[in-house]
């Protein structure tokens, strides 16, 4: 549900031009979102704080790969494609969670990225992650 709590998991099944099962949104442009775990730690040191990545409400966190400036690239989790349509930007409950923390994540796209799925398929941790060259 919108603004409820967030249930993280281990595996996720997509659905190609909907997004999540389960997931409160479903279609659109903003089918999913992503987040990078290192990019959230800096944010985390630069303000002294230790909140979990959780905070920012993304649908994935994803790990050693930048998401910066990636408009219009497909992004591969296992067997799932995702295209980036843009950048997610911070709102107000950022600011509420951590002083400073909104302002913080507009640089260098440290807010994620938001996309639509192009395959139905099954993601898990630790499924490779890559971008289409």
Known sequence: MHRGPMDGVDS???VAGRGIVGNA???GRRQ???IEQERWDD????LGGSLPASTRRANLLVSRISLANSR???LHIGDCRIRIFGETKPCERMEEALT???RAMYDNW???VFGEVLDDGQ???GDLIRWDE
Do not use: E, P, S
């Not at 944010?43 to 630069?46: E, I, N, Y």
């Open 12 to 14: 996720a099944r997509l």
């Open 110 to 112: 440290g807010g994620g």
């Open 32 to 34: 999913i979102t992503l």
């Open 43 to 46: 944010l985390m040191r630069q």
């Open 72 to 74: 219009g690239r497909i």
């Open 100 to 102: 400073g923390l909104k």
């Open 25 to 27: 949104d479903q279609g």
């Open 123 to 125: 993601i898990a941790v």
